[in-house]
T-cell receptor
Framework: AQSVTQLDSQVPVFEEAPVELRCNYS??????LFWYVQYPNQGLQLLLK??????LVKGINGFEAEFNKSQTSFHLRKPSVHISDTAEYFC???????????FGTGTSLTVIP | DVKVTQSSRYLVKRTGEKVFLECVQD?????MFWYRQDPGLGLRLIYF???????EKGDIPEGYSVSREKKERFSLILESASTNQTSMYLC??????????FGQGTRLTVV
C-alpha cells in the first residue's frame, strides 16, 4: 500500500509571507500526486496534480508544487499568502493499479493578518 | 463540471439506529469512495467501488457496509450506529486514478 506523510500538522504564517507545506510519500510503484484544499465544513477541492511531464506543477490560487522523485516529496508552495488561504490542505497519491487514493493527515494553514 | 452530491449536510441519529448516507455523481465515473474524516487522522478509506455491485474494503470497514446498485449512486450504511461513528463522511468519485471529486460532506452525530 501507499502512504503519505505531511510533516506539519499546523502552519501559522503572516499575510503576504511565503509558505511551504511539506509532503512525502512512500511507494514501490509509480504514483500520481495531488494537493487538495478544504475550507471549513466543505468537501475537498483540487489545488493541483502531477500525472506526468514537468515536475513543477502550477495550480489554482497561485499555488505550485514540485515533484521530487529521488526524495519522494511533493511540497506545496505559495510566494505570498492571503487571509483567504486559511484552510486545511491535504496531500494525496493515487495508485494506478487499483484507482485508490491515499491521503495524508492534513496541514492546517492559518494566515495571520 | 463534475458534481458529487451527498444527500445530507448534517445528521443526528440515536445509538443503535440504522443510518443511510447517500451519494450521487453525474459524470459516469467508474470509481466511487467513502471516506471518514477525523481531526488529526486525515481521510481514512471505508469502502471503495470500481463498478456496479462491486466493492472493496478500505482501511476501516468495521461497522459499515455499502451498496452500489446503479453506477451513479453509492450508499454507505451504518447497520447499528454507535457514538464512535460520529464523524465527517466524505464521498468521492473518479475516472480511474487521475483525480477524485468530492461531495460537500455529511457531518454525522450519533447520540
Amino acid at each position: 500500500a501507499q502512504s503519505v506523510t505531511q510533516l506539519d500538522s499546523q502552519v501559522p504564517v503572516f499575510e503576504e509571507a511565503p509558505v511551504e507545506l511539506r509532503c512525502n510519500y512512500s511507494s514501490s510503484v509509480s504514483v500520481y500526486l495531488f494537493w487538495y484544499v478544504q475550507y471549513p465544513n466543505q468537501g475537498l477541492q483540487l489545488l493541483l496534480k502531477y500525472l506526468s511531464g514537468s515536475t513543477l506543477v502550477k495550480g489554482i490560487n497561485g499555488f505550485e508544487a514540485e515533484f521530487n522523485k529521488s526524495q519522494t516529496s511533493f511540497h506545496l508552495r505559495k510566494p505570498s499568502v492571503h487571509i483567504s488561504d486559511t484552510a486545511e490542505y491535504f496531500c494525496a497519491v493515487s495508485d494506478p493499479r487499483y484507482g485508490q487514493f491515499y491521503f495524508g493527515t492534513g496541514t492546517s494553514l492559518t494566515v495571520i493578518p | 463540471d463534475v458534481k458529487v452530491t451527498q444527500s445530507s449536510r448534517y445528521l443526528v441519529k440515536r445509538t443503535g439506529e440504522k443510518v443511510f448516507l447517500e451519494c450521487v455523481q453525474d459524470m459516469d465515473h467508474e470509481n466511487m469512495f467513502w471516506y471518514r474524516q477525523d481531526p488529526g487522522l486525515g481521510l481514512r478509506l471505508i469502502y471503495f467501488s470500481y463498478d456496479v455491485k462491486m466493492k472493496e474494503k478500505g482501511d476501516i470497514p468495521e461497522g459499515y457496509s455499502v451498496s452500489r446498485e446503479k453506477k451513479e449512486r453509492f450508499s454507505l450504511i451504518l447497520e447499528s450506529a454507535s457514538t464512535n461513528q460520529t464523524s465527517m463522511y466524505l464521498c468521492a468519485s473518479s475516472l480511474f486514478y487521475t483525480e477524485a471529486f468530492f461531495g460537500q460532506g455529511t457531518r454525522l452525530t450519533v447520540v
